[in-house]
């Protein structure tokens, strides 16, 4: 025999149902939102993609340079770094200016004085050359820049639109970086001190055209030493004993620069006469 519900207990089951139908209201609004908040990521990815500003593209120049006398060595390697500089520069700039101007902007704006910096240098390098040996001609036609705007640059590798990965732009520009190996440099200033390896793109003979590639990645190999090392030494400040950075900084450093160095000295050898004496220049040392 069926009995009605006490007063009380249906004002709960409506109760409940009440609650039950405002959850389920808030369950849809919720989706909805997130739905619509999906579809605008969705549009503002799509949307960055399209304006992506691509990277620049310049020829190699080193690969292009006849032997260089060892007077002009250390003024070939500042300007064959300072192409590098530019390219980064424009890249910066590619990214910083996305959507201004009209459809020469870039042209206007970035590639034609990117072009007259590179003239300049490379006449610069040109020059120093032919200081001491038959200076080189026709470098003026590796002046001028394209842009890639689907982020391949020069070589084949993948290059980003920004101008933070300065190896990026080595990589896609090989020969630009020159000799920049080792030359005086000291590393950055921390409370740990800092490393100074001797310089040797400056105690090289002239550098065959067949060698110049394999020496300049050597050389930019060795600043990349001194570079991990004065990393290692500023995130190790207080560890070990008084024979610490000897024994885990200086040492293995020196390893690895004579094996570097070697490897210079080969690469040169197999063309000319192979240097010797190179090995006293793989000690560093630490100044505070």
Do not use: H, W
């Amino acid at each position: 025999m069926s009995r009605a519900l006490p007063k009380y207990n249906k004002r709960r089951v409506l109760m409940i149902g009440g609650t039950a139908a405002v959850v389920l209201s808030g369950a849809v609004i919720a989706g909805n939102a997130l739905a619509g908040e999906t579809s605008k990521s969705s549009t503002n990815a799509t949307t960055k993609a399209a304006t992506s500003p691509g990277t620049v593209n310049c020829p190699a120049v080193a690969p292009s340079l006849p032997a260089i006398p060892a007077s002009a060595q250390a003024e070939v390697t500042r300007n064959l770094t300072l192409l590098d500089t530019q390219i980064a520069e424009a890249n910066k700039r590619l990214v910083d200016t996305v959507g201004q101007g009209g459809p020469n902007f870039v042209q206007n704006a970035i590639l034609g004085p990117l072009k007259d910096k590179r003239v300049a240098t490379i006449n610069r390098i040109a020059t120093a050359i032919g200081r001491t040996a038959a200076k080189p001609t026709g470098l003026d036609s590796l002046a001028p820049c394209t842009l890639n705007a689907n982020g391949v640059n020069a070589g084949g590798a993948a290059a980003t639109a920004t101008p933070s990965a300065t190896a990026t732009q080595q990589a896609g520009n090989a020969g630009n970086t020159g000799n920049t190996g080792a030359t005086g440099n000291t590393g950055s200033t921390t409370a740990a001190g800092t490393i100074t390896c001797p310089d040797v793109a400056s105690k090289l003979p002239a550098i065959p055209a067949t060698a110049q590639a394999e020496v300049t990645r050597n050389l930019t190999l060795l600043n990349t030493q001194i570079t991990e090392a004065n990393t290692r030494l500023a995130n190790t400040v207080g560890q070990g004993g008084p024979n610490f950075v000897q024994n885990a900084i200086l040492g293995p450093l020196a390893d690895k620069r004579k094996s570097t160095i070697d490897r210079i000295a080969i690469s040169i050898g197999r063309t000319a006469a192979k240097p010797t004496g190179l090995d006293s220049l793989a000690t560093c040392t630490l100044n505070k």
